[in-house]
């Protein structure tokens, strides 16, 4: 082979790997900005959800108490709502796991890892608040359905009275 072919084939094989480098340095740029984007998505769902969930109890807390009158008489809300609270606490394990690794990825760069952290902790945050806000939906619902159960029996307009009833 001619030194002038061998330096063709050598910069040929330069330009390849370049091209190649580029284009897995562009392809991690946009798994990054992908991911950024899917938790800030995430993150404005969950938010959505949150404002929706604090408006229900405010209402249900407005909702008079009627004896024998449930929100949720079967329980079929409050269970939906503990499930929703489970598998978002399995969503944050997972979230949370997952934020651990980026600072294993040897190819990001500092400045990745700094916009993955930022992203990954604002949608953990809002996962957190997210849970807090489904359970008190559900405790909501549990307290009205709980003042709403049927009295009988004897009502004492002090402490004192009870006691001794209590006692005989």
Do not use: C
């Amino acid at each position: 082979m001619s030194q002038k072919a061998l330096l063709n084939d050598q910069t040929s094989r330069k330009v390849i790997r370049l091209a190649q480098s580029t284009e897995a340095s562009l392809g991690l740029l946009r798994d990054i900005d992908e991911t950024i984007e899917a938790l800030s998505n995430l993150e404005k769902v969950l938010d959505g959800l949150s404002g929706m969930t604090e408006a229900a109890i405010k209402e249900i807390k407005a909702t008079p108490i009627i004896e024998g009158i449930y929100l949720d008489p079967d329980d079929i809300g409050i269970n939906s709502l503990e499930q929703t609270e489970n598998v978002s606490k399995t969503a944050l394990a997972a979230l949370v796991t997952k934020r651990g690794y980026i600072d294993t990825d040897p190819e990001l760069q500092d400045h990745h890892r700094e916009d993955l952290h930022d992203a990954y902790e604002s949608v953990i945050t809002q996962v957190a608040e997210f849970i807090e806000a489904v359970g008190d939906f559900r405790r909501a619902i549990i307290a009205h359905d709980l003042k709403s159960e049927p009295r009988s029996g004897d009502e004492y307009s002090n402490v004192d009275d009870l006691v001794a009833a209590l006692k005989g």
